[in-house]
């Protein structure tokens, strides 16, 4: 935990100064384990949360910001990666060092994994299966603001792979355990701008 400290220590020290600059007296600036903050229960009316969760045991974080919130209290979840941006880290890392880089493992152990994987880290935001998600951990998406789903701005219709891309897990197991698949599958990273790159929501706690 002290080295992660130590990398966060100068932009802590920053946002106090901008909080006493400003007036700023009720705010509070630490670092902290996501899945352990050091909050009482029902603490805050609000969480925020952005491009994190696909980095985290999402299990473990979403319970921890249900017992910080108050009921009723809202946790904000932005540029949480989607498939499509898992499948981009599979396309640049596969062009930069081949099947051994580590955003190449890291795509394909997010994909094999699954939407409704909670049990650790590499997840990702499933439109279809997210509110199911949410749920398990005590919460409910919010109709307003309207979750954002977050396409490629590169996207362009293509039916390359359609039947592999219907089922990612089966997909990301044959990545793995198919290489001439997978380096056909590479040369062609349009593919990842069909698929969702980020979803953006917030979620009540039940």
Not at 5 to 23: C, W
Not at 154 to 179: H, I, K, M, N, Y
Request: include cysteine; proline fraction near 5%; charged fraction near 25%.
């Amino acid at each position: 935990m002290t080295d992660v400290a130590g990398q966060f220590n100068g932009a802590v020290e920053l946002s106090r100064k901008l909080a006493s600059h400003f007036g700023l007296d009720n705010a509070r600036f630490d670092v902290a384990d996501v899945t352990a903050l050091p909050a009482a229960d029902g603490e805050f009316d609000r969480v925020w949360a952005s491009n994190v969760l696909q980095f985290v045991d999402r299990g473990r974080t979403l319970s921890e910001a249900h017992r910080v919130l108050t009921p009723g209290g809202i946790l904000f979840l932005g540029v949480y990666n989607g498939a499509g941006r898992v499948l981009e880290k599979f396309f640049h890392g596969y062009q930069a060092r081949g099947p051994g880089d580590n955003r190449v493992r890291f795509a394909i152990k997010s994909l094999k994994q699954g939407p409704l994987f909670s049990d650790g880290n590499g997840t990702f935001a499933s439109p279809e299966n997210i509110e199911k998600v949410m749920a398990q951990f005590g919460f409910e998406i919010c109709a307003e603001p309207a979750m954002e789903v977050e396409m490629g701005r590169r996207r362009r219709p293509t039916d390359l792979f359609a039947d592999e891309l219907s089922d990612l897990q089966v997909l990301g197991s044959r990545l793995e355990s198919d290489p001439d698949f997978a380096a056909r599958f590479a040369e062609h990273p349009e593919i990842a701008y069909t698929l969702p790159q980020n979803l953006h929501f917030c979620a009540r706690r039940v």
